[in-house]
């Protein structure tokens, strides 16, 4: 299962995504072609319409908190991933997931105690690294020998992790960022909203293998969907274990440093916290909040009409995604219960989601259970704007949509069930090579 991700073997792939657009101009005779990133422009990064000038004050401080980097001063690791939420949520704008071009690639030249992992390519995608020894995330970088912007130096001499030998016995499994617009609504989407279309179609659904079950918080018991696995239960929660996680900033949600050697704590602890004294609320709240209020704020991604494909293309397509099954777990539209958020409450959401775990099989498992959550189950991935996205699939194996599809259909194995999906991937294969190309014109329209 990990041969898929050595880095030699994804080349292939990552050739064949830079081809997209010159492969979709050929003959379709070999099959549905992804045309690739959808032209035009973002669609995304915005607020919500209808926030008050109140919301829209603390999307704009989030925002800038958000996009800005982070410095030893401010508490920067001793390890982390990146130093700046914004630079892996920037495809196609803030908010969003990894970009085209590697911004990993850079920080060895940054940070000199590091050297690049094997598994962090220039033109492959932003990638968290785990060890499937102990589920966790293990930070790619350590901040030893650094002298930043502000003058700061460091007299940290902690070592990088050994990602080389970590490889070699088969301990890492990989995710890439999420993209976050339209958060606030899927936050807000009832349990019960969520129960309800679990249980819809069943007779559809077991005749086609696919059961789906929630992720749950263990102590209140509600539903828990952010995140690959669907592990947690907030916007507020993922902020604070991120910027612990990713940066290495330990804050108000996650008071310790994921690694206390005394000579790396430049900052004191936490790191980051409320400004009882600030002149604004905005201003007052502490990161991960501000954080919090950029993404539940966020505008969901606008679809296109016409493109790619035209409009006739893109609405058969929509027919053919209901009908083969896809929309059985891509549940295209959601409802939020009644917030005290105007622009939040009571709202459809074009997730493209049931926001429940399915068994994907041998193929895509991890080998990392989180909550409920084991190694083979995944949080169906929302599609909607899917158009502007540049790598798939919860390690970014592939840039290319009709391998994103045929990677749902996986066997059983010693530890895992077949994929829920199966069934549904072999009516894929049933459709002609147009309709095939329908479905991908609707997934690279939303
Ligand atoms: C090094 C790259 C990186 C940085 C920096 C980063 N993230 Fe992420 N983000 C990820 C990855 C990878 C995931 C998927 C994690 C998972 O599911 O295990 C993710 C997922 C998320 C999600 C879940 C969204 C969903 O619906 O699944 C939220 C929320 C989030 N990040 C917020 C933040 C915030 C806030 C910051 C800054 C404090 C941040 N991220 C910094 C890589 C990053
Ligand atoms: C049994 C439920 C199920 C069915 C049926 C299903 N999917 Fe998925 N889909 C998932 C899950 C779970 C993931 C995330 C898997 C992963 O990342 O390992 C996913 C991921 C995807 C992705 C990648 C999204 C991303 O964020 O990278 C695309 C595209 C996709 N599905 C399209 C389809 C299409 C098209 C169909 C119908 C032909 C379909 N799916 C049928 C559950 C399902």
Redesign the pocket.
Known sequence: MLQKLKPKMLLPLALLALNANVASAQSTTRGPVDPGVRAGSAGAGGALANLSSGELAFFNSGLADFTSQEFLADGLGPRFNLDSCGVCHSQPAFGGTSPAKNPLVDVPGRFPANVLPSFITAQGPIREARFRSDNAVHSLFVISGRIDDTGNATACTIVQEDFATQLQNNNLSFRIP?PLFGAGLIEEITDKALADNLAANATQKSSLG?V?RFNRNDNDGTVTRFG?KAQNKSLLIFSGEAYNVEMGISNEGFSQERDETPSCQLAKLPNDTTTVDALTPADAISGIEKFTFFMRFLAPPAPSQIAPGGQASISNGRKI?SD???A???TPTLKTGNTSVVALANQGVNLYSDLAL?H?GSG?ADGISQGLAKGDE??????WG?GK?V????DGRTSN?VE??KA?RSLASATTVG???SS??N??DGLTTTSKQD?INF?RSL
């Open positions: 999420t696919i789906g690959w995604f083969v099954g896809c059985l777990c891509h399915h994907m895509l995944f949080r169906t991935a929302p599609l899917l996205r790598f798939f699939l919860h949509l994103a599809i749902h994929s829920e999906a549904v991937i009516n894929y479905l997934l």
